[in-house]
């Protein structure tokens, strides 16, 4: 494996319209113009009603169209690196993108269709086989679901992480299954995939709110020497239910939005060689904190779909993918003059239109007034006219510090609950003794009465303090409420919550 190697590559993956799409009557607007260019071409409506079209230019390190199969895709891509695994690399491989875009076909693949996860291991097994028979391969296969690790392998056992005092990241609990052979892994996956998508409402819609991670290990006598991964990421649109009206949504889509922010900021950081990577920016990013350390070989796929009606989502996948990755510095091979500019987009047939003034977006809905009168915005406190003081960064942190209240607010509640449910077994086996004590002729009253005054003494000491902590968590989640109420208004003049952005996490210090 040689130094000159890019550590981190960004390709493009386009899915067919389906027949769904087809019937519906969207259209595909997606072109690819390069091997590793293309183009989306944006259709849109003047306020006249007349058609214009805006051409948006990408270029990544790869593009591939619909017609590239799996087995394609993995010979350009994964194949090249993945036996890097053996000689201690790091290989990660993620899947990025919306709903429905393709992930899990790319990663899993359909029966006829093997994905990564199965060419890869094929490539893994025959090596090692081949050549080193004494490396033992393992597999741990995990999800990150509402910022909760749950085992796959293990009936969705919630895990804990640990940083220890060397600063290595540990996953207590994660089940490592020895496998041996490349149909014992496929099965150990697909029992894990099974679980992923019935979970714990049954509901198929799980999946695209957790990331899935894989991890096949390679140990030579119990030390890993290598690991590939593969993350089939949550639907990047799921980022967007910042603003649901639903508390638990919202909360799970501020972690998702949080958590692809995070990842996006350790690749940026890898790819310019930074020293510190921010990796305690979301759990994600924490517990793969060693595949982005040392010597490490990334790949991040963005899997787009291709219809018009999916335009939005197209083109923030591309967005994403494209800052993901500084230009490359020198001697690129493509000569391609859309490398140098990596991205542009150009009005074709009619100009654009005059963007509307910020005071009209704003004074939209009179939900400022009804915000007032509820006494959730102060006098002073006039939204209309100190948009400018409102930056992103302020915001971001802000909501950033109530959904970190929330969640330390929870733990603290489960925890206490979970001890304290423990300590009643105790108290019940000692409640029988005290009674069946009291029941014995020539019992002592007076103790009776003391031990059992000691034991309504703690149960209420415990249900006073297990209700404050109820109360301090129902208090964060309505304060995550009203500030997303008046975020909510902010909306049209604040893209809070745009994965584009690069400056927000840039002035947050997680570390
Ligand atoms: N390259 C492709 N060629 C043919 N069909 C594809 C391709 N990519 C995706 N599909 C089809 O598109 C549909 C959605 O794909 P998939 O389930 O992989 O999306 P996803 O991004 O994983 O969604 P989710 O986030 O919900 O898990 C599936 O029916 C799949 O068969």
Request: with cysteine.
């Amino acid at each position: 494996m040689s130094d000159k190697e890019p550590k981190i590559q960004v390709i493009i993956r386009k899915r067919p319209l389906n027949s769904k799409e087809i019937s519906k009557g969207d259209i595909d607007i997606l072109f690819k113009t390069s091997s590793n260019s293309l183009v989306v071409r944006e259709q849109k409506l003047k306020v006249d009603l007349t058609k214009y079209i805006e051409e948006h230019n990408f270029a990544f390190d790869g593009v591939y169209s619909e017609e590239v199969s799996n087995h394609e895709l993995y010979i350009n891509t994964v194949q090249p690196i993945v036996l890097a695994a053996f000689q201690g690399a790091k290989v990660t491989c993620f899947a990025y993108g919306q709903t429905g875009s393709g992930k899990t076909y790319t990663m899993m693949g359909e029966a006829n269709t093997p994905g990564l996860y199965l060419l890869a291991a094929r490539d893994i097994f025959e090596h090692r086989n081949e050549l080193l028979p004494e490396i033992k391969v393992s597999v741990s296969f995990y999800e990150i679901y509402c910022n909760k690790l749950l085992d796959l392998l293990n009936d969705r056992n919630k895990l804990h992480v640990r940083e220890d005092a060397k600063q290595s990241v540990n996953i207590v609990g994660l089940v490592h299954r020895p496998v041996e052979t490349v149909q014992n892994l496929m099965s150990i996956i697909s029992q894990g995939m099974e679980k992923r998508t019935t979970g714990q409402t049954g509901a198929n819609d799980d999946s695209s709110r957790s990331h899935a991670v894989l991890e096949i290990s390679l140990k030579n006598s119990k030390k890993t020497l290598g690991k590939v991964s593969f993350i089939d990421l949550a639907g990047s649109e799921r980022g967007a239910d910042v603003s649901n009206s639903d508390t638990k949504t919202r909360i799970d889509g501020a972690e998702i939005n949080k958590s692809l922010l995070a990842l996006k900021e350790c690749i940026r950081a890898l790819d310019q060689e930074k020293k510190h990577l921010p990796f305690r920016g979301s759990k994600l990013t924490l517990v793969l904190k060693d595949s982005f350390i040392g010597c490490c070989r990334t790949i991040m796929i963005g899997n787009v779909s291709p219809g018009l009606f999916s335009c939005e989502h197209t083109l923030n996948t591309l967005r994403y993918s494209d800052r993901v990755k500084e230009l490359k510095k020198t001697g690129t091979k493509d000569s391609n003059p859309l490398m140098l500019l990596r991205q542009n987009s150009t009005i074709v047939k009619i100009p654009s239109e005059e963007p509307k003034p910020m005071s009209l977006l704003y004074k939209k809905s009179g939900e400022e007034g009804r915000l007032r009168s509820k006494g959730l915005l102060s006098n002073h406190n006039n939204l209309l006219s100190c948009s400018t003081d409102f930056s992103k960064v302020n915001f971001m942190k802000k909501h950033e510090f109530l959904m970190q209240e929330i969640a330390e607010k929870e733990d603290e509640l489960v925890t206490a609950h979970q001890k304290v449910l423990g300590e009643i077994q105790n108290l019940m086996e000692f409640e029988n003794n005290i009674l069946n004590e009291v029941l014995e002729p020539g019992s002592d009253m007076i103790m009776y009465i003391n031990k059992l005054e000691n034991v309504l003494s703690y149960k209420e000491a415990v249900n006073t303090e297990i209700r404050k902590k109820v109360e301090i968590l129902k208090k964060a989640i309505r304060d995550e409420e009203i500030f997303n109420a008046v975020l909510n208004i902010q909306k049209p003049a604040i893209d809070l919550f745009d994965l584009n952005h690069d400056d927000f996490l840039e002035n947050i210090p997680f570390d």
